[in-house]
């Protein structure tokens, strides 16, 4: 290197030139677009599952009776009320007066049968207090006379002994588990001695499975998809274009391995209980299902900038090179999902279920957005390529959190996957797969 | 004033004011390097823009053992020859054996302002413009420029001989004006 080389270095040593306000509003757009993208997929993706790690918390506190109200009416209660009342009208046959007048008429029995078991004999105390007889009642429905002898040294406490009876039997109703309530109730009458065939009687009824009356409920999911998506099985399109005019320029061109990306899905549907374990659903439901690559150039068309993806194609005699830059895939479709649900596990409000079935897809966009601002979106035309097929099919699998809220709402929460038959056709077969989560509501039809 | 290591990690952690902050310090100092890979100043900016958007995508990456103005300028050149690829391809350079000879005079260059010398360089091939940049001023190899722009050593020879000739030749009428009007 001569003087020329060192003339010409010491020259632009320390200079400074002022760019354009322009390039720094191009730096900051693109900037803050990639802020705003992120944001919005951890929202989706972390947001869905905090929401699911909820729901177990919340059906863990659930197990342990947190959320348990203490008065209830409720179908395991109601069956024990109906056998209650049986006893209550054996035992009570004989008495006079006010019990005969409490079973006489039918409107009045099935009053007592709708009343918590604590309210009948409340209401039964009651009568009987008030004349003076009340030992002797308790005794007819089995009670021993220890057993009323620690009711009456309780009551004590409140204002009159057939208060103090109930805060005793109330206690009894008090368990989280409701389809055991009954038989936990059993026990307690049994220490507290009620005679054998009455328990048996009892125990029996509790026992019994109700008669099941199936469901039908309306849903509405939203949820995330992350999309993975194979090389095409017969290499990469790149390498059939590879004997175009432009080959240098072409070889040049690369886009990474997609990644997947988290991505949206939303959608409603139909539910049919078929058994106490079978439920059918059919969904229908709009999916974004979306990868990550990069390029390194873009194409110039009609003076719009389009990023370069390479199985879309590319004018090739308007090629710019710049930096490697991100681009996001997004192919969009509808779904019909038929499944079958069956349900695995049951706490409380809580059910478990597995599920299986096909998804019917359509695919209708598919759009490459280049992260540089001045690059307009690519869109596929599908009709014209082989590229993604429009129409797909898929198998299903997942497992389903049910959670029963009341008698008309219910929410869900599931984590599915989908695998596609094929993805691309001809020369694109590419296989592809997705995982997803999401919540929903149900709406139980009545 | 905030040093250079307290602004990068603001500005990895998001802060927009930080990102503002370096760009302010650094904008001035790159773009006279992408204009000399450019060949007009639009040209130029668009290249100072995308080496800054990478800039800021990959500050992370950034190790303090490197000069930070240093692992700047790499960026620049990397963005400025990826910039000019297609370029590249659409004028192929030629080898040692094609290139013209050229008798080699001394000529002095300080009386002439940067810019006067930016325009000449602007006015050069891509290939050679490139090629004499990242010898003569970045102070690169031929071996690595061979590599960096995926072309042979000889190539990057004959190019940058060609550049050397093609500017001093400019220089040389520049110069012949400069006196001509001075002994006017």
């Given at each position: 290197?001569?003087?020329?080389?060192?003339?010409?270095?010491?020259?632009?040593?320390?200079?400074?030139?002022?760019?354009?306000?322009?390039?720094?509003?191009?730096?900051?757009?693109?900037?803050?677009?990639?802020?705003?993208?992120?944001?919005?997929?951890?929202?989706?993706?972390?947001?869905?599952?905090?929401?699911?790690?909820?729901?177990?918390?919340?059906?863990?506190?659930?197990?342990?009776?947190?959320?348990?109200?203490?008065?209830?009416a409720?179908?395991?209660?109601?069956?024990?009320?109906?056998?209650e009342?049986?006893?209550?009208?054996?035992?009570?046959?004989?008495?006079?007066?006010?019990h005969?007048?409490?079973?006489?008429?039918?409107?009045?029995?099935?009053?007592?049968r709708?009343e918590?078991?604590?309210?009948?004999?409340?209401?039964?105390l009651?009568?009987?207090?008030?004349?003076g007889?009340?030992?002797?009642?308790?005794?007819?429905?089995?009670?021993?006379?220890?057993?009323?002898?620690?009711?009456?040294?309780m009551?004590?406490?409140?204002?009159?002994?057939?208060e103090?009876?109930?805060?005793d039997?109330?206690?009894?109703?008090?368990?989280?588990?409701?389809?055991?309530?009954a038989?936990?109730?059993?026990?307690?009458?049994?220490?507290?001695?009620?005679?054998?065939?009455?328990?048996?009687?009892?125990?029996?009824?509790?026992?019994e499975?109700?008669?099941?009356v199936?469901?039908?409920?309306?849903?509405?999911?939203?949820?995330?998809?992350?999309f993975?998506?194979?090389?095409?099985?017969?290499?990469?399109?790149?390498?059939?274009r590879a004997?175009?005019?432009?080959f240098?320029?072409?070889?040049?061109?690369?886009?990474?391995?997609?990644?997947?990306?988290g991505?949206l899905?939303?959608?409603?549907?139909?539910?049919?209980?078929?058994?106490?374990?079978?439920?059918?659903?059919?969904?229908?439901?709009?999916?974004?299902?979306?990868?990550?690559?990069?390029?390194?150039?873009?194409?110039?068309?009609?003076?719009?900038?389009?990023?370069?993806?390479?199985?879309?194609?590319?004018?090739?005699?308007?090629?710019n090179?710049?930096?490697?830059?991100?681009?996001?895939n997004?192919?969009q479709?509808l779904?019909?999902?038929?499944?079958?649900?069956?349900?695995?596990?049951?706490?409380g409000?809580?059910?478990?279920?597995?599920?299986?079935?096909?998804?019917?897809d359509?695919?209708?966009?598919?759009r490459?957005?280049?992260?540089?601002n001045f690059?307009?979106?690519?869109?596929?035309?599908?009709?014209?390529?082989?590229?993604?097929?429009?129409?797909?099919?898929?198998?299903?699998?997942?497992?389903?959190?049910?959670?029963?809220?009341?008698?008309?709402?219910?929410l869900?929460?599931?984590?599915?996957?989908?695998?596609?038959?094929?993805t691309?056709g001809?020369?694109?077969?590419?296989?592809?797969?997705?995982?997803?989560?999401?919540?929903?509501?149900?709406?139980?039809?009545? | 004033?905030?040093?250079d290591?307290?602004?990068?990690?603001?500005?990895?952690?998001?802060?927009?004011?930080?990102q503002r902050e370096?760009?302010?310090?650094?904008?001035?100092?790159?773009?006279?390097?992408?204009?000399r890979?450019?060949?007009?100043?639009?040209?130029?900016?668009?290249?100072?823009?995308?080496?800054?958007?990478?800039?800021?995508?990959?500050?992370?990456?950034?190790?303090?053992e490197?000069?930070?103005?240093t692992?700047l300028?790499?960026?620049?050149?990397?963005?400025?020859?990826?910039?000019?690829?297609?370029?590249?391809?659409?004028?192929?350079?030629?080898?040692?054996?094609?290139?013209p000879?050229?008798?080699?005079?001394?000529?002095?260059?300080?009386?002439?302002?940067?810019t006067?010398?930016?325009?000449?360089?602007?006015?050069?091939?891509?290939?050679?413009r490139?090629?004499?940049?990242?010898?003569?001023?970045?102070?690169y190899?031929?071996?690595e420029?061979?590599?960096m722009?995926e072309?042979?050593?000889?190539?990057?020879?004959?190019?940058?001989?060609?550049?050397?000739?093609?500017?001093?030749a400019?220089?040389?009428?520049?110069?012949?004006?400069?006196?001509?009007?001075?002994?006017?």
């Amino acid at each position: 290197m001569d003087n020329f080389e060192s003339e010409m270095k010491d020259m632009f040593d320390g200079v400074e030139f002022q760019p354009s306000e322009r390039v720094w509003a191009g730096v900051e757009q693109a900037l803050g677009e990639k802020k705003k993208k992120g944001f919005f997929f951890m929202w989706q993706t972390y947001g869905v599952a905090a929401a699911l790690i909820l729901f177990i918390t919340a059906g863990m506190l659930y197990k342990n009776g947190l959320f348990m109200k203490q008065p209830d009416a409720l179908e395991g209660t109601k069956q024990l009320t109906e056998s209650e009342v049986q006893i209550s009208t054996d035992t009570l046959k004989n008495e006079d007066g006010a019990h005969e007048k409490l079973l006489a008429k039918d409107g009045e029995q099935e009053e007592l049968r709708r009343e918590k078991p604590g309210d009948q004999i409340k209401t039964l105390l009651a009568t009987k207090s008030s004349e003076g007889k009340a030992q002797e009642t308790l005794e007819n429905i089995g009670l021993k006379s220890s057993a009323i002898d620690e009711s009456v040294r309780m009551s004590s406490i409140g204002e009159s002994d057939s208060e103090g009876l109930l805060i005793d039997l109330e206690k009894l109703e008090s368990k989280p588990y409701r389809a055991s309530l009954a038989a936990t109730k059993a026990k307690w009458l049994n220490r507290l001695g009620v005679d054998e065939s009455a328990l048996a009687a009892l125990v029996k009824t509790a026992e019994e499975q109700p008669e099941f009356v199936g469901e039908n409920a309306l849903n509405g999911r939203l949820g995330n998809n992350n999309f993975n998506i194979s090389e095409p099985a017969n290499g990469s399109p790149l390498a059939a274009r590879a004997e175009d005019a432009n080959f240098q320029a072409m070889s040049s061109i690369e886009n990474r391995k997609e990644e997947t990306l988290g991505s949206l899905s939303a959608g409603i549907g139909f539910s049919l209980e078929l058994s106490q374990r079978l439920t059918l659903n059919t969904a229908l439901r709009y999916s974004e299902l979306r990868t990550k690559t990069t390029s390194n150039a873009y194409s110039v068309s009609n003076g719009q900038s389009f990023p370069i993806y390479l199985p879309l194609g590319y004018d090739p005699d308007n090629v710019n090179f710049i930096g490697t830059y991100d681009l996001v895939n997004t192919l969009q479709g509808l779904s019909v999902q038929p499944t079958l649900s069956y349900k695995v596990a049951q706490f409380g409000k809580f059910d478990v279920s597995v599920l299986g079935g096909v998804g019917f897809d359509y695919f209708f966009a598919y759009r490459v957005k280049g992260e540089l601002n001045f690059l307009s979106v690519k869109k596929a035309n599908l009709n014209d390529s082989d590229f993604i097929k429009k129409f797909n099919v898929s198998g299903i699998t997942g497992l389903g959190l049910n959670y029963r809220l009341n008698e008309q709402f219910g929410l869900a929460a599931d984590l599915n996957y989908r695998y596609f038959l094929s993805t691309g056709g001809g020369d694109n077969r590419r296989q592809s797969s997705v995982v997803g989560f999401g919540l929903g509501v149900n709406y139980f039809l009545q | 004033m905030i040093q250079d290591i307290e602004l990068i990690h603001k500005c990895i952690e998001g802060d927009g004011k930080a990102q503002r902050e370096l760009y302010n310090r650094y904008a001035a100092k790159l773009m006279p390097m992408a204009m000399r890979y450019a060949k007009s100043q639009a040209d130029a900016e668009d290249i100072l823009q995308d080496a800054f958007i990478k800039i800021f995508n990959s500050l992370e990456s950034f190790r303090q053992e490197a000069q930070f103005l240093t692992w700047l300028k790499r960026i620049v050149v990397n963005t400025a020859i990826n910039h000019n690829r297609k370029k590249l391809y659409q004028q192929p350079m030629l080898d040692i054996e094609k290139t013209p000879l050229y008798v080699e005079k001394d000529l002095v260059i300080s009386h002439l302002h940067f810019t006067e010398i930016m325009a000449m360089m602007q006015k050069l091939p891509v290939g050679c413009r490139t090629v004499f940049n990242l010898f003569a001023i970045e102070g690169y190899g031929h071996k690595e420029i061979a590599e960096m722009m995926e072309i042979t050593e000889g190539t990057s020879k004959s190019q940058y001989s060609r550049a050397r000739a093609l500017l001093k030749a400019m220089i040389e009428e520049a110069s012949t004006v400069v006196k001509s009007n001075a002994s006017m």
